[in-house]
């Protein structure tokens, strides 16, 4: 276990050396004003304003927010990126509670899945920058908290992976145990807890990652939109200096890449610890 993991450590680190390397060699053959292909402009620009050196972005880690003052922006992030952190936790707890009933509730009764499904996909193409102001709104008319309302919408982009995939997972139980649990007359709920939720962990877990990653996105475009002071707030506030100090904007992104990165490992934790006493596939 502790090699696998020292292993996937060195392969992460090794690819981050990759994409800087790609990055310094699209900086020395890439055009500097960019290009365009069929009339579209398509081919990015690589000067210094669009494209700092990935030394600067580092160094820039380590000097002051503002200037006159000491603090390090790397201190700046990390305090941005631990109130992004929490808020997208809960947002990611809250879907998966909201998704995981939904699913249980459409997997009980067979004529809610077929009402509600189509409108539980529909709700994830509506535009979150638009309505982050309308929670906004909602939540100031109740006097909640804004952390509640960002928190919300990270939940609202969380729950359709994990109810999809708890939904396909609950029919995964193998045919033959569901008629075992029939013969010992277990009612609907019985088997849901002894057999069916525990089938669909290793499908409800890829679910998790993605709505890790989805709470991360949705709290951080909340915050852009509500103006709580997250990542989010940072990326806005870095982004309005792109032209003078580019390196500074990049240092939000490393705080919103980090954020996503560890939501990602807690549910690999949690995979790893609900994985450990299963028995393999036959197949495996």
């Known amino acids: 276990m502790i090699s696998r993991g020292a292993r996937r450590a060195g392969l992460f680190v090794v690819a981050l050396l990759?994409?800087?390397?790609?990055?310094?060699?699209?900086?020395?053959?890439?055009?500097?004003e960019g290009a365009e292909v069929l009339g579209w402009r398509l081919v990015p620009r690589s000067s210094d304003r669009a494209m700092p050196h990935t030394w600067e972005m580092v160094q820039r880690l380590f000097d002051p927010e503002v200037r006159g003052?000491?603090?390090p922006i790397w201190v700046a992030v990390l305090g941005y990126?631990?109130?992004?952190?929490?808020?997208?936790?809960v947002?990611?707890?809250?879907g998966g509670?909201?998704?995981?009933?939904l699913a249980i509730v459409m997997a009980r009764f067979k004529v809610l899945e077929r009402g509600l499904l189509p409108y539980v996909i529909a709700s994830q193409t509506v535009?979150?920058?638009?309505?982050?102001?309308?929670?906004?709104?909602?939540?100031?008319?109740?006097?909640?908290?804004?952390?509640?309302?960002?928190?919300?919408?990270?939940?609202?982009l969380a729950f359709f992976p994990i109810a999809v995939a708890t939904l396909k997972g609950l029919g995964n139980a193998p045919a033959t145990s569901l008629e075992l649990m029939d013969s010992y007359a277990a009612g609907w709920w019985r088997?849901?807890?002894?057999?069916?939720?525990?089938?669909?962990?290793?499908?409800?877990?890829?679910?998790?990652?993605?709505?890790?990653?989805?709470?991360v996105i949705g709290v951080i475009v909340s915050e852009i939109s509500t103006g709580v002071r997250g990542i989010g707030f940072a990326s806005l506030t870095y982004g309005q200096k792109a032209t003078s100090d580019p390196a500074q904007?990049?240092?939000?992104?490393?705080?919103?890449?980090?954020?996503?990165?560890?939501?990602?490992?807690?549910?690999?934790?949690?995979e790893a610890i609900a994985m450990r006493n299963r028995p393999r596939e036959a197949g495996a």
Request: proline share 6%.
């Open 191 to 215: 088997t849901l807890f002894k057999l069916r939720l525990p089938a669909a962990v290793p499908t409800m877990v890829p679910g998790m990652k993605l709505a890790a990653t989805a709470a």
């Open 97 to 101: 509670v909201f998704g995981v009933g």
């Open 127 to 156: 535009p979150l920058i638009a309505l982050a102001p309308q929670v906004a709104a909602i939540g100031g008319n109740w006097d909640l908290p804004k952390w509640t309302w960002v928190a919300s919408l990270g939940a609202f």
């Open 249 to 270: 904007l990049y240092t939000a992104v490393f705080g919103a890449a980090s954020i996503g990165l560890v939501m990602f490992g807690l549910v690999v934790g949690i």
């Open 69 to 71: 003052r000491n603090t």
């Open 91 to 94: 947002g990611l707890l809250l």
């Open 81 to 89: 990126s631990w109130y992004t952190f929490r808020m997208a936790l």
């Open 18 to 32: 990759c994409v800087a390397a790609l990055w310094e060699l699209y900086k020395v053959v890439g055009p500097e």
